[in-house]
């Protein structure tokens, strides 16, 4: 049998899984990093290809490598352009790859990596009409109309971490803007928002040094136990997040939502969104507001996974 | 020389011209109007359409007629869905229409049919990623992505009046959020917020009674005079724009943003919405924000005639 490597480039840390075409993981190992721009992030992926091929070698024979990094992608030509605003330097990711390796390289932006695992293994099967909303470390969607996944002038579309919803905590965010939906509802707003109102609130919650995230998990676990602060921050991150869904409703008219993301994994925020949700602006979401049946965590890998896949099969 | 004839049905009225294939408009007429369902508004459109022709007379023969209307519209087979959530009927309108004058007739949401006249005559000739967006008595966008403007699982897609940007006035929209741009920004807005913060601010401001809408015109020129209520109106507007346009670029990454409708027609609020805008969040869109060439009053009616060429030249 043959298989594919998935590669996700996280905030932290890089997940490496050798992957099935049913969309299998047959074995995956996890690597810490911390990566200063797109050269240095690219030569800690080798890295740790290399180390996972000598460390557990393959299940199988690996048929090509598809990769999901943070920010701007060009798909068709595997140019990585930019990481963040600040750091911006072109460059040849997927071909270095397939030149290191000797097998096809295949790279995405990471979200739209997921919404190609919705589409192969997932509700995106049976829609022409959806958006994939990932909410994990940062927020960002992949908005497919008519079929086709939106990818904008300058391959930054869905990049809706960064839209104002209506909810203010009164917290920046790192773009320069003021309550981004981001800086609320994700695992680093989670984090932000927790210091930034713990003056203000009772908590039993556990503030480890700035170097070390809050646990998503523990807020959820202390706010369905009623503490204050935990009970404000998940209050603000489902408002938050509701609005956003609502906003994007609007923009693209979807008949489902799908979610994806270590926030959303163990099924409680969504019950919280869910509440916020006004019948009006929701009434054309046929299919509503769902929890992706594929592994949130671990979607954007499969998706990785799947445009390896693709990639092969449309040569 | 062949005319098509431009038909839009805005809130209150109906707009009626005879237009050349370059866009030039040869003669117009506007009927008041008031209209309750889909079927009484087909009627009026009937009888304006008549009465226009009794009255004024054709300069010459036209080939088509073209319909901007409120709502859902599906454009291919000429079907009017709705025009407001609480009427709904779907109806052949195109059909009716071209049985009642013997003249071809197509149909598409009003600023889908705007979208057309920027593609047609304006800015959308050198963009395949821009975002159109009416700000009038309502605010709606229409978004082109790839070449491809976005309608949505259900006709719906760029109903983007209903975003909440993150202006806060405490006004409940009719769709019933609260503070929807629409509710802050359009001609409708401004008068519901003008009479909503009245109590708090001073005013040279003349308030008509509820039938009739508050001047955006005077609101705009109180402002730049100094007055405390206009000031506060044109500095939430104009705020709630920007945030509306950070949002939608975040959205789909376009590297134009064209502005039309009359409360952005006499140049005022543009540079106030500019002041407002980020750069970080701008920097892909590289022609700027644009307040539209062709008039931004009369794009809507431009964009109808402009459907009814499409749609004969497509045949």
């Not at 869904?245 to 993301?261: A, E, H, K």
Request: with cysteine.
């Amino acid at each position: 049998m043959n298989t594919f490597i998935g590669v996700v480039l996280e905030g932290t840390r890089i997940v490496i899984a050798e992957i099935t075409p049913e969309g299998n993981i047959m074995q995956s190992k996890t690597y810490l990093s911390a990566f200063f721009n797109q050269e240095s992030a690219l030569s800690m992926i080798v890295d740790s290809l290399h180390d996972f091929e000598s460390s557990q070698g393959w299940k199988e024979r690996p048929l090509a490598i598809g990769v999901g990094l943070i920010g701007r992608v060009d798909p068709v030509n595997g140019v990585w352009f930019h990481m963040d605003p600040d750091w911006s330097q072109a460059i040849n990711f997927a071909e270095a790859i397939s030149n290191e390796f000797h097998v096809p390289c295949f790279i995405d932006n990471d979200v739209k990596c997921g919404a190609n695992a919705v589409r192969k293994w997932g509700y995106g099967k049976n829609t022409q009409d959806f958006i994939y909303l990932y909410v994990g470390t940062g927020i960002a969607a992949s908005i497919v109309s008519n079929g086709v996944l939106l990818r904008g002038a300058n391959y930054n579309a869905g990049e809706v971490g960064h839209l104002r919803v209506g909810v203010q905590v009164g917290v920046r965010c790192p773009c320069g803007r003021m309550d981004c939906v981001e800086s609320i509802a994700s695992m680093m707003g989670i984090d932000r928002c927790a210091r930034f109102l713990r003056p203000y609130y009772e908590t039993r919650l556990h503030f480890p040094d700035k170097d070390t995230m809050i646990s998503a998990d523990e807020v959820f676990r202390l706010a369905r136990a009623g503490d204050p602060l935990c009970a404000k921050l998940v209050g603000n991150a489902s408002e938050a997040l509701a609005n956003l869904i609502m906003n994007l409703v609007r923009v693209s008219d979807p008949d489902t939502v799908i979610l994806g993301g270590e926030m959303v994994a163990d099924g409680f925020l969504i019950e919280e969104i869910r509440r916020h949700l006004q019948p009006v602006t929701m009434r054309f979401v046929t299919n509503g507001v769902v929890l992706t049946k594929l592994n949130p965590r671990l979607i954007n890998l499969l998706g990785a996974a799947s445009i390896a896949m693709d990639g092969v099969n449309s040569k």
